[in-house]
């Protein structure tokens, strides 16, 4: 039998779509044929990044796949899935999220705040670095359509 590891995020500890049943770690889930990605069946991605757009939340789970598998570019769905393990994916997300924001710092003139909390990731100033970064973005639009009149 095939197995697959993938990744898979939720925002609760529980199964989505309606179901409410709590998700267990070594459990394994099964849904009857026919098996079709984001029609019917358990889903999960190779890549955690492709796993990430279809995120609703930060736990990230490690869930083996097996039985009868669909697979696409970014996402697999299996007639069969078990939660290996699961992580509060928070921090590395926005430690990711800071790393490429820091790649392209250098490409405008962002507020101070904004690039200590980048740089840092100090939560302390992490909804002050928030409120400057979309003040001056909005700033940077308004900018740029009073321009085109």
Request: charged share 25%; hydrophobic share 45%; glycine share 6%.
């Amino acid at each position: 039998m095939t197995e697959i590891l993938t990744y898979w995020f939720a925002k609760e500890p529980k199964l989505p779509n309606g179901d409410g049943r709590p998700v267990i770690i070594g459990e394994t889930l099964k849904v009857e044929p026919p098996i079709k990605c984001c029609v019917r069946g358990l889903h999960g991605s190779i890549h955690p990044f492709d796993a990430l757009q279809y995120a609703p939340g930060p736990l990230l789970y490690r869930t083996r796949h097996s039985g009868m598998i669909d697979r696409q570019e970014d996402k697999l769905c299996s007639s069969e899935r078990a939660a290996i393990a699961v992580i509060d994916a928070t921090a590395v997300l926005r430690l990711h999220a800071r790393k490429q924001a820091l790649s392209v710092l250098h490409m405008w003139t962002a507020p101070e705040v904004v690039k200590i909390y980048i740089e840092t990731g100090d939560e302390n100033i992490r909804d002050a670095a928030w409120a400057a970064a979309w003040a001056a973005a909005w700033e940077m639009f308004k900018e740029t359509v009073e321009a085109a009149f």
